[in-house]
């Protein structure tokens, strides 16, 4: 999400003298901003996928990863729910957050691949997956979530996808450079 603000403040800058309003370029991009972002237009609105994490963390919570995203500049957390593992929350608890309470984009996959920030539900468990498997409360719980998620908006075992599976949008063989979810999470056969 740095890089779409990042771009609105430089245009603004560059098209706006000081004691001038933004141009209507600047505004139009604002506004398709907000489009996708809050998912205003029909076109943005529903989900296509569901893309799972890990923290990589031993313990943590919704508040501890929003505090963290909002200080890299995601805007907040950047994932629509969190399964705690015992350590900040319960374990197996699922949370939402407000991205799924406001039915939100995500910020959970890089600037690369968008469409899977527009249309994908980022589930995070708490934990490093590369070190340990997820509880079993965890596990059930995922499990329950993706069901329920995958039953309500359609979306097929082929949506279903850890993070490093996530292609980019604008290269279809590239994907995300990254170990999460962690080798431990095995994600549902397709």
């Given at each position: ?5 990042l ?6 800058i ?9 141009s ?7 506004n ?12 943005y609105?529903?989900?296509?996928y ?5 923290s ?5 919570s ?18 629509h ?25 995500g ?21 490093d ?16 979530l ?45």
């Amino acid at each position: 999400m740095k890089a779409p603000i990042l771009f609105l403040i430089l245009t603004c800058i560059f098209s706006c003298k000081a004691d001038e309003e933004p141009s209507s370029t600047a505004l139009d991009e604002s506004n398709q901003f907000d489009d996708w972002y809050y998912k205003q237009s029909p076109q943005y609105k529903g989900w296509k996928y569901i893309v799972i994490h890990h923290s990589a963390t031993d313990g943590g919570s919704v508040a501890a990863f929003d505090r963290f995203h909002r200080d890299q500049g995601y805007g907040g957390i950047a994932y629509h729910f969190v399964i705690g593992n015992g350590k900040g929350m319960k374990d197996g608890e699922v949370q939402s957050t407000f991205r799924w309470r406001q039915q939100m984009s995500g910020t959970h996959v890089s600037i690369n691949s968008w469409n899977h920030n527009i249309f994908g539900i980022g589930i995070c468990l708490v934990g490093d997956m590369q070190k340990h498997k997820p509880t079993k409360a965890q596990k059930k719980a995922l499990d329950s979530l993706i069901s329920e998620l995958q039953k309500k908006y359609k979306i097929p075992n082929s949506g279903i996808m850890g993070h490093g599976e996530v292609h980019f949008d604008n290269d279809n063989k590239k994907k995300e450079q990254t170990l999460c979810p962690g080798k431990n999470l095995t994600r549902r056969k397709k």
